[in-house]
């Protein structure tokens, strides 16, 4: 590895709930190397200066999910991030916002992980075809219609941005909602009807006011805020069906 | 200590664990499963899978060829039965992850589409972009929780199987949030962990691919088998080693040496052609390409960079349409990590370390000698893949061998009494064992004893090895072995302690070393991947043979062999674009 003396500091947000009741920053000084991303700095800390850091990672190309922290302020990918790109410095890391916190920069999913649950993201269908008869057809622009809400990688940074999620935290939230719609677009489900029931039934989803902090920090392009407006456009639809034509079907 | 017992237990969450989970809730759904896994399960490293999954769905082809492919792939280190279950079950597993909503790549009309792929001689490879394990992976698991069965251990470390009268009847696991150390008792337990790839320095794997798997059974008395057998990927990104798809080639890339020279035609692999060849060059097997790359570097026609020698691949020609239909992944990796665009500049490539073939021996319905132990996926070894996995097998092999698994598992737990109170004693055993452990206090580094563990790997077990790198390798593991016992913790907090988890999953990567480098230095021979300097030959005589490690409580494990079972495929030559 080429060798560098440039350094920047990592002024890092540690929380040890064993050792003291409130969080506290401590300032590391790292590497400044050229290919390092900011998770790089912080594998430095955990495995020369500090191994008590506590953080998630495990691809470092971008696709688990795992490392999204704040990084000055913003939700942030931080095998996605290069340090150089931060300077000069000091970069300051957080636990992503909106989230309890249990450690240092590692914060509770459990909440998400309910609600993904919630919206049932599997595919519904009224009738099974056997496996023996093949698969469903669909072609690429049926497929192209639901695929980009499928490229969410759960890594949570649009909750992190969502000034919603963060007053109500009944909301579903954005990557939920994007599933939701990744299975209602897909030609071969028949669930929408059902998740939006579910969906309708929570406030926080007409609290969204589509300003689309959400869709800005998305590192895979998901557009959640695009998710969530059409929700609720079919909501409106439905709501207005329902009064209009109750003895209708949806 | 808190005890909780479920039927069965499925250790890891990523493609083969969520399959066998899935599968035991379809198969008899009276049983209580739980899901145990270090990470959640999205984060698996099946998501980082890029170009696909083999099964046979065209009308051309045949499953005697898929099977055909995948022996000779394998150097005919395969087992041809389990080979043969495996291309005829490919196809249905994989239609029934279309049926679960998997957004598998189409044709125009609708169809599901495949690719070539490296070593396959049809066009098999049903791929999702090139994000195809992600999207496996997502498939399965929002699929899984519809099932009212499984019940999630998300982020729970497990530390020990829990083996009294002669089976296998749970598992002691740390919570990570709270550092609580619970038993989880069971009828039956399916390790699905996955591979071990950080054994090595320069690898593809996750960070989190620690071999926990095959080390808790190894611990537990059961052999690892065919360890010496690991896979380098020909095409890692120099510094990251991030994974560059086979499918680049598949769909028409060209590895270049430093003159532009497609230099692979050199090694046997066939003639350039401007179109990709099945079954010949830049789609030749990985074993073949990555060795080509290290004689390639021996003539001094690589380039060298700051982080080492690398080729080229360039994908240039497939032109910008066809990169971001089929290869946006990789451009935006190449954007991301390697700063440039594949469109308009080539792909610097190194071999990387990528697959272990050898896992924990499992029969074919992923049972281990172990009563009440399966295993299946990565961390198994059936063995399907020989000598060499062919690319787009593994993800198959995730499906098939997951559900078979699941299935046996489902149907031995239907009929075994549950877990006997004795087991109990051994949990509260290893809970002390852990308390110790969190206190440990010598003087060494886990950074720094897995630093020197992975060089040494690296140096010894590389894609050429000899006696000597082995034995000096080996006697390196000793020694770290040693200094594990000496580590010093900066972190003695039970709050997400992800130092003690480093430490336990470095003394897992140890064990693991250990069987390869042992079964390594046994196999006096070169065989798919594993290529002896000092055995330059394929020796059928000796060596047509799964090696077995047994754990040892002093020194080296002790290496038994496994006639390797053929049906129909006799032992031959490995043939390439010829």
Same mark, same amino acid.
């Given at each position: 590895?080429?060798?560098?003396?440039?350094?920047?500091?990592?002024?890092?947000?540690?929380?040890?709930?064993?050792?003291?009741?409130?969080?506290?920053?401590?300032?590391?000084?790292?590497?400044?190397?050229?290919?390092?991303?900011?998770?790089?700095?912080?594998?430095?800390?955990?495995?020369?200066?500090?191994?008590?850091?506590?953080?998630?990672?495990?691809?470092?190309?971008?696709?688990?999910?795992?490392?999204?922290?704040?990084?000055?302020?913003?939700?942030?990918?931080?095998?996605?991030?290069?340090?150089?790109?931060?300077?000069?410095?000091?970069?300051?890391?957080?636990?992503?916002?909106?989230?309890?916190?249990?450690?240092?920069?590692?914060?509770?999913?459990?909440?998400?992980?309910?609600?993904?649950?919630?919206?049932?993201?599997?595919?519904?269908?009224?009738?099974?075809?056997?496996?023996?008869?093949?698969?469903?057809?669909?072609?690429?622009?049926?497929?192209?219609?639901?695929?980009?809400?499928?490229?969410?990688?759960?890594?949570?940074? %649009?909750?992190?941005?969502?000034?919603?999620? +963060?007053?109500? @935290?009944?909301? &579903?939230? !954005? =990557? $939920?909602?994007?599933?939701?719609?990744?299975?209602?677009?897909?030609?071969?489900?028949?669930?929408?009807?059902?998740?939006?029931?579910?969906?309708?039934?929570?406030?926080?989803?007409?609290? %969204?006011?589509?300003?689309?902090?959400?869709? +800005?920090?998305? @590192?895979?392009? &998901?557009? !959640? =805020? $695009?998710?969530?407006?059409?929700?609720?456009?079919?909501?409106?639809?439905?709501?207005?069906?329902?009064?209009?034509?109750?003895?209708?079907?949806? | 200590?808190?005890?909780?017992?479920?039927?069965?237990?499925?250790?890891?969450?990523?493609?083969?664990?969520?399959?066998?989970?899935?599968?035991?809730?379809?198969?008899?759904?009276?049983?209580?499963?739980?899901?145990?896994?270090?990470?959640?399960?999205?984060?698996?490293?099946?998501?980082?899978?890029?170009?696909?999954?083999?099964?046979?769905?065209?009308?051309?082809?045949?499953?005697?060829?898929?099977?055909?492919?995948?022996?000779?792939?394998?150097?005919?280190?395969?087992?041809?039965?389990?080979?043969?279950?495996?291309?005829?079950?490919?196809?249905?597993?994989?239609?029934?992850?279309?049926?679960?909503?998997?957004?598998?790549?189409?044709?125009?009309?609708?169809?599901?589409?495949?690719?070539?792929?490296?070593?396959?001689?049809?066009?098999?490879?049903?791929?999702?972009?090139?994000?195809?394990?992600?999207?496996?992976?997502?498939?399965?698991?929002?699929?899984?929780?519809?099932?009212?069965?499984?019940?999630?251990?998300?982020?729970?470390?497990?530390?020990?199987?829990?083996?009294?009268?002669?089976?296998?009847?749970?598992?002691?696991?740390?919570?990570?949030?709270?550092?609580?150390?619970?038993?989880?008792?069971?009828?039956?337990?399916?390790?699905?962990?996955?591979?071990?790839?950080?054994?090595?320095?320069?690898?593809?794997?996750?960070?989190?691919?620690?071999?926990?798997?095959?080390?808790?059974?190894?611990?537990?008395?059961?052999?690892?088998?065919?360890?010496?057998?690991?896979?380098?990927?020909?095409?890692?990104?120099?510094?990251?080693?991030?994974?560059?798809?086979?499918?680049?080639?598949?769909?028409?890339?060209?590895?270049?040496?430093?003159?532009?020279?497609?230099?692979?035609?050199?090694?046997?692999?066939?003639?350039?052609?401007?179109?990709?060849?099945?079954?010949?060059?830049?789609?030749?097997?990985?074993?073949?390409?990555?060795?080509?790359?290290?004689?390639?570097?021996?003539?001094?026609?690589?380039?060298?960079?700051?982080?080492?020698?690398?080729?080229?691949?360039?994908?240039?020609?497939?032109?910008?349409?066809?990169?971001?239909?089929?290869?946006?992944?990789?451009?935006?990796?190449?954007?991301?990590?390697?700063?440039?665009?594949?469109?308009?500049?080539?792909?610097?490539?190194?071999?990387?370390?990528?697959?272990?073939?050898?896992?924990?021996?499992?029969?074919?319905?992923?049972?281990?000698?172990?009563?009440?132990?399966?295993?299946?996926?990565?961390?198994?070894?059936?063995?399907?893949?020989?000598?060499?996995?062919?690319?787009?097998?593994?993800?198959?092999?995730?499906?098939?061998?997951?559900?078979?698994?699941?299935?046996?598992?489902?149907?031995?737990?239907?009929?075994?009494?549950?877990?006997?109170?004795?087991?109990?004693?051994?949990?509260?055993?290893?809970?002390?064992?852990?308390?110790?452990?969190?206190?440990?206090?010598?003087?060494?580094?886990?950074?720094?004893?897995?630093?020197?563990?992975?060089?040494?790997?690296?140096?010894?077990?590389?894609?050429?090895?000899?006696?000597?790198?082995?034995?000096?390798?080996?006697?390196?593991?000793?020694?770290?072995?040693?200094?594990?016992?000496?580590?010093?913790?900066?972190?003695?907090?039970?709050?997400?302690?992800?130092?003690?988890?480093?430490?336990?999953?470095?003394?897992?990567?140890?064990?693991?070393?250990?069987?390869?480098?042992?079964?390594?230095?046994?196999?006096?021979?070169?065989?798919?991947?594993?290529?002896?300097?000092?055995?330059?030959?394929?020796?059928?005589?000796?060596?047509?043979?799964?090696?077995?490690?047994?754990?040892?409580?002093?020194?080296?494990?002790?290496?038994?062999?496994?006639?390797?079972?053929?049906?129909?495929?006799?032992?031959?030559?490995?043939?390439?674009?010829?």
């Amino acid at each position: 590895m080429p060798e560098t003396t440039a350094t920047i500091s990592l002024e890092v947000l540690r929380y040890r709930p064993e050792e003291a009741a409130e969080p506290v920053w401590q300032s590391y000084e790292v590497p400044l190397r050229r290919d390092w991303m900011v998770l790089d700095g912080l594998n430095h800390i955990k495995d020369s200066l500090d191994g008590s850091l506590s953080y998630r990672w495990a691809c470092r190309m971008g696709v688990c999910g795992s490392c999204g922290m704040m990084v000055n302020g913003k939700p942030t990918l931080t095998c996605a991030t290069y340090l150089a790109g931060l300077g000069p410095g000091p970069i300051r890391v957080e636990p992503l916002s909106g989230f309890p916190v249990i450690r240092d920069l590692v914060v509770d999913l459990r909440d998400f992980i309910d609600k993904l649950k919630s919206v049932k993201p599997w595919l519904l269908r009224g009738d099974e075809k056997p496996l023996a008869d093949g698969e469903y057809l669909q072609t690429p622009d049926e497929l192209a219609e639901y695929k980009p809400y499928s490229m969410c990688i759960n890594c949570m940074l %649009c909750y992190s941005a969502c000034p919603i999620y +963060a007053l109500e @935290p009944e909301f &579903v939230g !954005p =990557a $939920a909602i994007a599933l939701a719609q990744r299975y209602n677009l897909d030609s071969r489900d028949d669930g929408a009807a059902e998740r939006l029931d579910i969906l309708s039934r929570h406030d926080g989803i007409w609290a %969204c006011t589509f300003v689309g902090e959400c869709s +800005a920090v998305c @590192p895979k392009g &998901v557009d !959640p =805020a $695009a998710a969530i407006q059409r929700y609720k456009v079919g909501a409106t639809a439905a709501w207005w069906r329902s009064v209009l034509m109750p003895w209708g079907t949806r | 200590m808190e005890t909780t017992s479920y039927d069965i237990l499925v250790v890891g969450g990523g493609g083969a664990g969520l399959r066998a989970a899935i599968a035991i809730a379809e198969t008899d759904p009276n049983l209580s499963i739980a899901v145990i896994s270090k990470v959640y399960p999205m984060r698996s490293h099946t998501v980082s899978a890029e170009g696909g999954a083999a099964a046979v769905i065209r009308s051309e082809d045949s499953l005697d060829a898929h099977a055909y492919d995948t022996v000779s792939g394998g150097d005919w280190l395969c087992d041809q039965d389990a080979v043969e279950v495996f291309v005829r079950e490919a196809p249905e597993e994989m239609l029934r992850l279309e049926h679960w909503g998997c957004p598998w790549s189409r044709t125009a009309d609708g169809h599901v589409a495949v690719r070539p792929f490296g070593g396959m001689k049809n066009e098999r490879t049903w791929f999702a972009a090139d994000k195809t394990g992600f999207h496996m992976l997502h498939t399965l698991y929002q699929t899984s929780l519809k099932y009212s069965p499984l019940t999630f251990f998300d982020e729970w470390f497990v530390t020990e199987l829990l083996v009294e009268d002669g089976r296998c009847q749970g598992v002691v696991a740390i919570e990570l949030a709270t550092g609580k150390v619970g038993a989880l008792l069971a009828k039956a337990v399916i390790l699905t962990t996955g591979g071990c790839g950080k054994v090595f320095a320069f690898t593809t794997n996750a960070n989190i691919k620690t071999g926990d798997g095959m080390a808790l059974a190894y611990r537990a008395g059961v052999p690892l088998k065919d360890m010496e057998f690991v896979q380098y990927h020909p095409t890692g990104l120099p510094f990251t080693g991030i994974l560059i798809t086979e499918a680049t080639r598949a769909e028409g890339g060209w590895l270049l040496n430093q003159d532009g020279y497609r230099y692979l035609q050199d090694y046997d692999l066939g003639k350039p052609e401007p179109k990709p060849v099945l079954r010949a060059m830049e789609l030749g097997p990985r074993d073949r390409l990555s060795q080509a790359f290290v004689k390639e570097m021996e003539k001094g026609r690589t380039i060298t960079t700051a982080y080492g020698e690398v080729v080229h691949l360039d994908i240039r020609h497939l032109g910008e349409k066809l990169i971001d239909a089929k290869l946006p992944f990789v451009r935006e990796l190449c954007r991301k990590y390697e700063n440039l665009d594949p469109v308009h500049e080539m792909i610097p490539v190194r071999p990387v370390v990528h697959y272990m073939m050898g896992g924990v021996h499992t029969d074919l319905e992923g049972a281990t000698p172990l009563p009440g132990l399966y295993a299946a996926g990565e961390v198994a070894c059936v063995s399907i893949n020989g000598s060499n996995r062919l690319g787009s097998n593994s993800l198959t092999e995730l499906l098939v061998f997951g559900a078979r698994a699941g299935k046996a598992a489902a149907r031995y737990a239907a009929e075994t009494p549950p877990a006997v109170p004795g087991v109990l004693a051994r949990a509260y055993a290893e809970e002390r064992r852990l308390e110790t452990l969190r206190r440990a206090s010598g003087g060494e580094r886990v950074a720094v004893l897995r630093t020197e563990m992975q060089q040494a790997m690296e140096k010894g077990a590389g894609i050429y090895r000899d006696e000597p790198g082995l034995r000096s390798t080996a006697a390196k593991i000793g020694e770290l072995r040693v200094r594990c016992q000496r580590v010093w913790l900066d972190d003695r907090s039970l709050t997400f302690n992800t130092e003690l988890v480093a430490f336990l999953e470095l003394s897992n990567l140890l064990d693991v070393a250990e069987a390869m480098i042992q079964s390594g230095l046994e196999r006096r021979e070169s065989r798919g991947a594993h290529q002896r300097t000092d055995h330059p030959r394929r020796d059928d005589e000796r060596f047509l043979a799964h090696s077995l490690a047994y754990r040892q409580d002093e020194g080296a494990p002790r290496i038994a062999y496994l006639p390797v079972t053929i049906t129909r495929w006799p032992p031959g030559e490995r043939v390439y674009g010829r």
